[in-house]
């Protein structure tokens, strides 16, 4: 579970402190579980999971669920066929991701 919450710790690039209040727990707790220490019930990794965008299983165990995997490998084939962009076909790439972004933004107000 440490790595796990590390890996979601790095990528968000927030203080020790910052993740700790995103979490909803204390900043000695999260120290806790980095290190290996920690000892969640049930409840607490519920509450993490959804915190963090993932399912208990996974921030556990840190494997994925065959239909995650499957998901996984869509993404990697994409990220490949991007790498061959050409520099206009990239910007422009970024450009409909955002507008796509914008959009799905502007679904979940109205919902």
């Known amino acids: 579970m440490a790595s796990v919450i ?5 990528e968000s690039g927030k203080t020790l402190s910052e993740f700790s209040e995103e979490l909803e727990i204390s900043r ?3 120290q806790e579980y980095l290190s290996g220490h920690g000892n969640p019930n049930l409840s607490t990794l519920e509450h993490l999971a959804k915190k963090l965008g993932t399912d208990v299983t996974f921030l556990i165990t840190g ?3 065959d239909s995650q995997f499957r998901v996984l490998l869509k993404l ?3 990220l490949h066929l991007l790498s061959g962009l ?4 990239w910007k422009k790439f970024a450009e409909l ?4 972004i914008s959009l799905w933004e502007e679904g979940e107000k109205d919902a």
């Open 6 to 10: 590390r890996a979601f710790k790095d």
């Open 28 to 30: 000695s707790t999260l």
């Open 63 to 65: 494997s994925f669920h």
């Open 76 to 78: 990697m084939d994409i």
């Open 86 to 89: 050409s520099p206009c076909r």
């Open 97 to 100: 991701m955002l507008e796509l």
